[in-house]
């Protein structure tokens, strides 16, 4: 039996564009899987149909070819019950208080009095939003507006988390909130796909990762494990280069007093290393450097073209 929570299998959507009604691919007979109780990154360019494939979960656009499910059940609107979603772009009352808001959005999604009472305080507590619960949305900053757009998403503590680029408009305080909140979600065994442009978010939270461009998926990749094993190059810092080097183009930054060099082979260093130190130079440190995230993404882009 699978364990997927999402699983999305040949999905097509075309947009009509224009005055002419042009058609755009958006999504391209995409497949693509969220297995219960993980973190899926979701990457892309710009315009790569990201959002696209949200809207298509969650009903809110159809596609027009291939199947979704949530839960193993593609039809159960109670499935969809037990999704929280945050948009790219929220729509808020602003004239609303952050308090207000939040039970707005838990009697949308059908909360009884008593246990919004009972909610509410933990999500304003849980977003840092307690100091400002009263205050209307319209006296928010992008990244306040951001947390309450977070706080909305749990307010049914849903099984299912869909958050298109939930870190967007926050500071560093703030995104480091936001991936606490969203890790304590996959502890309590929530299920959670997220859409994002900071790879290094992506890289620290995420089981899997998933780049789509042009409406493909391009690649899936486990993250942990892709840290783990590839070696991108090594990098040297040393002191100085032996006079009329012939490592000049493997700079990558110096300073007054150090040098940082980047080779790709293991034996191609140590040769550096050797020739460094005969010419008096100091080595200070040396070792294999492991691809990020950020590497593998734009790899990925190149291979494309
Ligand atoms: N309602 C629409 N009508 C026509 N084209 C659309 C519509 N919505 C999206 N598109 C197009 O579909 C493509 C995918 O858009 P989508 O918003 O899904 O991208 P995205 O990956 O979320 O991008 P971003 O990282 O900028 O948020 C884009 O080229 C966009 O212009
Ligand atoms: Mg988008």
Known sequence: ??????????VSKTYRTGFWGKKFVALDALSLSVEKGEILGYLGPNGAGKTTTFKVLLDLIRPDSGTLSIFGDPADQK????????????????????????????RLRGMKGEARKKRIPELLHLVGLEHAKSRSLKKFSRGMLQRIGIAQALVNNP????????????DPNGRKQMRDIILGCRDQGKTVIFSS???SDVEIMCDRAAI???????????????LDNKVAHWEIT?????ENSPYEDCIVHKTKNQILLKT???VEAKK??????????????FGPQRVNLEEFYNQSGKEEK
């Open 1 to 10: 039996m699978s364990t997927a929570a999402i699983s999305i299998s040949g």
């Open 79 to 106: 499935a969809r019950e037990r999704v929280g979603y945050l948009p790219e772009n929220p729509y808020f009352y602003m004239y609303l208080t952050a308090e207000e808001t939040l039970h707005f959005h838990g």
């Open 159 to 170: 099984d299912i988390l869909i958050l298109d680029e939930p870190m967007s408009g926050l």
């Open 197 to 199: 442009h900071i790879l």
């Open 212 to 226: 789509i461009r042009q409406g493909k998926l391009q690649e899936i990749v486990q993250v942990s494990e892709m």
């Open 238 to 242: 040393c002191s100085s280069l032996p």
């Open 264 to 266: 790709n082979g293991e």
């Open 272 to 285: 550096m290393i050797q020739k460094i130190e005969e010419s008096g130079g100091r080595v200070l440190s």
